[in-house]
């Protein structure tokens, strides 16, 4: 089993372009969780699926932040326009039935600074 | 929302106990959670507890009180690879975590 993917593991980007970053969940899982994590805020949740509808988006910071799920095996998690304050580290979770949906299982996660 | 406090930093000797106290206050509660998170890694599932009592996994072991709030992990035969952040997290109604800022345990020989 490769465990949730991630990409890219680490970008740099400037203020304003526009940053897409994907997630590859555990195939069968079917719960699958965005998390963004800074020494400031610690690690918070901004928004989950399950079978591939968005169910809780409040953690969303602002409009600027979008995610989709086209499919069971893929999530983008999207900022446009990017700033510098949304630099963190970018984790993916997902799970499954098998354990009560109790473990949720990471991704490495990405790297995010904007300049 | 969620409420949850725990201490920053502890420090312990290698083959020490160290016991994590989480305090929590939620609308909801569906299930405590305790995460393993080494500096720059991804974190991972450590415990669960949705009831009362202790419940023991090898080294480390989780309690829970729902009455009072609280509960902690407590962390045995401590080895240098137990330095990492642990991070306590509340489930509520539904399937979301809300996580504590986390406790960083360092190890010393």
């Known amino acids: 089993d490769a465990g949730v993917i991630q990409s890219p593991r680490h970008e740099v980007t400037e203020m304003g372009q526009e940053v897409t970053l994907r997630c590859k969940p555990i195939?069968?899982?079917?719960?699958l969780f965005w998390y963004r994590q800074t020494m400031m805020r610690g690690l918070e949740l901004l928004i989950y699926?399950?079978?591939?509808?968005?169910?809780?988006d409040s953690g969303m910071p602002e409009d600027r932040f979008s995610a989709k799920m086209p499919n069971a095996s893929f999530s983008t998690l999207k900022i446009q326009p990017s700033e510098p304050r949304d630099s963190a580290v970018y984790f993916c979770?997902?799970?499954?039935?098998?354990?009560?949906?109790?473990?949720?299982?990471f991704g490495p996660g990405t790297r995010l600074t904007v300049l | 929302g969620q409420n949850i406090d725990q201490p920053t930093e502890m420090t312990a000797t290698e083959g020490a106990i160290v016991q994590i106290n989480c305090t929590y206050q939620t609308s909801g509660f569906n299930g405590l959670f305790w995460y393993q998170q080494h500096a720059g890694e991804a974190p991972t599932f450590l415990s669960y507890?949705?009831?009362?009592g202790l419940e023991e996994k090898g080294r480390f072991s989780s309690f829970l009180s729902r009455s009072k709030g609280y509960s902690y992990l407590l962390l045995k035969e401590l080895q240098m690879k137990d330095s990492a952040s642990y991070l306590c997290?509340?489930?509520?109604?539904?399937?979301?975590?809300?996580f504590g800022a986390g406790t960083t345990v360092t190890v010393r020989a």
């Open positions: 979770a997902s799970s499954d039935a098998l354990a009560g949906y109790n473990e949720q299982f």
């Open positions: 997290a509340v489930r509520d109604g539904d399937y979301k975590l809300s």
């Open positions: 507890n949705v009831l009362d």
């Open positions: 699926f399950n079978n591939n509808v968005p169910i809780d």
């Open positions: 195939s069968g899982h079917d719960y």
